[in-house]
């Protein structure tokens, strides 16, 4: 019964000697993986502050957005003026939508985000056309220009007048001078010559003797 109990003894004691072993080894294991751990967080660099999300400038990221719909003309510099509401504005116009424009807002660039395609019409100078996105010179052949209207035109070349024809035009405009009738007019006093502007009205002509008539001037 002594060598039972004394056999009890010692393999229970050698149990217990492998139980405190293997804790220990798992103490161990344990500190060495965390010591791995805090040695590799202080190898590590801190993370860099461009990595993380930035808020977002709304005015300037609804300019770029405007101008990318044709809207905004003006500067994207993050300034949300006058013209910058106008862009806005222009924008409602044409979408019918009815954003607040006093302030550049999320949801009014995400109603700008939302269009794809150009919005407001391209507006061009005078010489120039819509060409896709972006304005081209006209360009007319020779002997046109561009009209009012954007249109080619011909060009309307002053002629010289021909002396001929500004001469005609004196003669036409100067007074006609009066000229003698080439008659004879015989009254009491004798025959003389009609005078210049005058013309008889008489009964009885013998050639161009008048007589017993009237002499008329105008």
């Known amino acids: 019964a002594e060598r039972s109990n004394a056999a009890e003894a010692a393999n229970a004691a050698r149990e ?6 293997q804790k220990a080894k798992d ?18 660099p801190p ?16 300019q770029a957005e405007l101008r990318r719909v044709g809207c905004n003309t003006g500067a994207v510099d993050g300034n949300w003026n006058a013209a910058a509401q106008r862009s ?10 009815k954003l607040d424009v006093k302030t550049a807002s999320a949801d009014a660039l995400d109603a700008v985000k939302g269009k ?3 919005v407001c019409p391209l507006v061009c100078d005078h010489g120039f056309r819509a060409d896709g996105d972006r304005c081209a010179k006209i360009t007319c052949r020779a002997g046109f220009e561009v009209g009012h209207d954007n249109t080619c035109e011909r060009i309307e070349v002053n002629r010289p ?3 001929e024809k500004s001469e005609r035009a004196k003669a036409e405009v100067a007074p006609a ?13 004798g025959c003389r010559p009609v005078a210049k502007g005058c013309h008889l009205e008489g009964v009885s002509r013998n050639g161009n ?10």
């Open 116 to 118: 794809t395609t150009r």
């Open 16 to 21: 217990a000697k492998l139980a405190a072993d």
């Open 177 to 189: 001078k009066p000229r003698a009738s080439g008659e004879m007019y015989c009254g009491p006093a």
């Open 47 to 62: 993370a860099d502050k461009s990595d993380q999300p930035a808020l977002v400038d709304l005015p300037r990221a609804l």
């Open 88 to 97: 806005l504005d222009l924008f409602n116009k044409h979408t019918g939508m």
């Open 161 to 163: 007048v021909k002396r």
């Open 27 to 44: 103490e161990n294991l344990a500190n060495e993986q965390k010591a791995k751990e805090e040695k590799l967080a202080a190898l590590t």
């Open 209 to 218: 003797i008048v007589t017993s008539a009237r002499e008329i001037c105008d």
